[in-house]
């Protein structure tokens, strides 16, 4: 079973940047797909970004585009979540997963301030 901690959240105000972290227990160099989901209070979990074909591409959501940017370092077995200019909509609680072992990581809260 493939574990994931996400870390890096907290609170911020609007306009500020956040980089969150998700570290695997595993190897990731040969995972071809990594994501970043988020799930604001009395929403649904949303797909905010993916890293793709083994990092080489990427996509995001139409409301990160240009502000957020995934990306990962293989030696570190870890995925970054690159946020700035944040708006109080993005505030929820991120969560990383790969798709292929069906693991989550546990959450990292980030709260934007107006």
């Known amino acids: 079973q493939v574990q994931l901690v996400e870390s890096g959240g907290g609170l911020v105000q609007a306009g500020g940047s956040l980089r969150l972290s998700c570290a695997a227990s595993?190897?990731?160099?040969?995972?071809?797909?990594m994501d970043w989901y988020r799930q604001a209070p009395g929403k649904q979990r949303e797909l905010v970004a993916s890293?793709?074909?083994?990092?080489?591409?990427?996509n995001y959501a139409d409301s990160v585009k240009g502000r957020f940017t995934i990306s990962r370092d293989n030696a570190k077995n870890t995925m970054y979540l690159q946020m700035i200019s944040l708006k109080p909509e993005d505030t929820a609680v991120y969560y990383c997963?790969?798709?292929?072992?069906?693991?989550w990581g546990q959450g990292t809260q980030v709260t934007v301030s107006s």
């Open positions: 890293s793709t074909n083994y990092g080489y591409t990427s």
């Open positions: 997963n790969i798709a292929s072992t069906g693991s």
């Open positions: 595993v190897s990731i160099f040969n995972i071809p797909s």
